[in-house]
């Protein structure tokens, strides 16, 4: 018998909801961001989450910008009944960082188009983990929508 994942979701969706950045006249060869990171989720189809990255440079930063990120993970586990703590806690432990891949290849691919060095996201372990809160309900044209938000 196979033992379950601890966290079994798979991501089915990335999406790029929006992105802007502003360049400085003059940059150092190489420079890391400081950032701000901000993390909502819903469960528009339980067990299915989404989960919304929203990342922002600091107010005194040479390159300002801000980029979201939203991905679409399913529930691809064996029990059909569980606990919705651990949406929490995939969102927490596991979602930022799958998520944080491409929004730190993004920076990184743009930068570099706009003719910088490609920028330099700090780590996420580098900062305090976000904390999801539990979703709350809220009713949305007449059905249940479920959303938290942790502004950062």
């Known amino acids: 018998m196979t033992e379950e994942q601890r966290y079994p979701y798979q991501l089915v969706n990335t999406f790029i909801v929006s992105m802007s950045f502003s ?3 003059k940059l150092p060869p190489t420079m890391e961001l400081p950032t701000n990171i901000g993390i909502q ?31 679409l993970f399913d529930y691809i586990g064996q029990k059909k009944n569980y ?8 969102v ?12 730190s290849q993004m920076i990184k691919l743009v930068s570099s ?7 330099q996201l700090l780590s996420p372990v580098s900062f305090t983990k976000p904390q ?4 709350t309900s809220k009713k949305t044209s007449g059905s249940k929508k479920k959303t938290t938000k942790n502004p950062a």
């Open 23 to 25: 360049r400085a006249q």
């Open 41 to 71: 989720y819903t469960e528009p189809g339980f067990p299915r989450i989404q989960v919304a990255l929203k990342l922002n440079s600091k107010e005194d930063s040479l390159v300002p910008f801000n980029l979201e990120v939203v991905g």
């Open 83 to 90: 606990d919705k703590e651990l949406n929490k806690e995939f």
């Open 92 to 103: 927490e432990e596991r979602a930022l960082h799958t998520l944080w891949l491409y929004s």
């Open 113 to 119: 188009q706009m003719g910088m060095n490609p920028l």
């Open 132 to 135: 999801a809160k539990p979703p």
